[in-house]
Nanobody, 132 residues
Framework: QVQLRESGGDSVNSGESLTLSCAAS?????????MAWFRQTPGKEREGVAA?????????SDSVKGRFTISQDNANNALHATLQMDDLKPEDTAKYYC???????????????????????WGQGIQVTVSS
């Protein structure tokens, strides 16, 4: 069972930057994983923010395109995803979750890359708060 752990959450001011990291453990090195970041605020559905694969392909929601950058790597036999968040806004305040799916075929999953149903592994989430 793949385990995901997020780090890097913090409270920042509007316009500042923050980097979230997600480290995976107990994963199968030979499987192709896609990883993604979602976020959720109380009373709302979990929203897909960005997705990536090891080939460098990425997909972003319109709300973060141009401000957030996702990357995924497997350096040193580890599986890791990063979300660089720039020009943060108060509406980016949420709990952010890392997610992963194995045996990922990017073109087959394209329309589902920012949907929760696509992913079978989830982290516990980490809070990001942006003050105006």
């Amino acid at each position: 069972q793949v385990q995901l752990r997020e780090s890097g959450g913090d409270s920042v001011n509007s316009g500042e930057s923050l980097t979230l990291s997600c480290a995976a453990s107990r994963f199968t090195p030979t499987s192709n994983y896609c990883m993604a970041w979602f976020r959720q605020t109380p009373g709302k559905e979990r929203e897909g923010v960005a997705a990536a694969d090891l080939s460098g392909r990425t997909k972003y929601s319109d709300s973060v395109k141009g401000r957030f950058t996702i990357s995924q790597d497997n350096a040193n036999n580890a599986l890791h995803a990063t979300l660089q968040m720039d020009d943060l806004k108060p509406e980016d305040t949420a709990k952010y979750y890392c997610a992963a799916v194995s045996r990922c075929v990017w073109r087959d999953l394209w329309f589902g890359l920012l949907k929760t149903d696509t992913y079978n592994y989830w982290g516990q989430g980490i809070q990001v708060t942006v003050s105006s």
